[in-house]
Nanobody
Framework: QVQLVESGGGLVQAGGSLRLSCAASVRTLTTYRVAWFRQAPGKEREFAAGIMWHDNDRYYADSVKGRFTISRDNAKNTVQLQMNSLKPEDTAVYYC????????????????WGQGTQVTVSS
């Protein structure tokens, strides 16, 4: 199982930016896809952004499209989530997750999870 460690969360004002990072313990993520999910208090965990490692295809939830950018660093086996124009409704714990193969971006499709990092956007 892949071990994942997120970093980069924090408190920011609405309209501001944050950059999250996820470090993976495997030697290579070539056969994996990596996603960022988020969970706000009292709500279900939801997909935010994902990347297919082998071809760099990227996917976004409609709620973050145009504001968030997911990217990878092959040499460091890390995935970043650049979050711009943040809104109070982006407040949540953000989780990095990995899965081998597949194309469904639901939490149940991912087998390895990080511990999460808190993002709080004040109005």
């Amino acid at each position: 199982q892949v071990q994942l460690v997120e970093s980069g969360g924090g408190l920011v004002q609405a309209g501001g930016s944050l950059r999250l990072s996820c470090a993976a313990s495997v030697r290579t993520l070539t056969t994996y896809r990596v996603a960022w999910f988020r969970q706000a208090p009292g709500k279900e965990r939801e997909f935010a952004a994902g990347i297919m490692w082998h071809d760099n295809d990227r996917y976004y939830a409609d709620s973050v499209k145009g504001r968030f950018t997911i990217s990878r660093d092959n040499a460091k086996n890390t995935v970043q989530l650049q979050m711009n124009s943040l809104k109070p409704e982006d407040t949540a714990v953000y989780y990095c997750a990995t899965a081998k193969y597949g194309s469904v971006w639901l939490p149940t499709s991912f087998s390895s999870w990080g511990q999460g990092t808190q993002v709080t956007v004040s109005s």
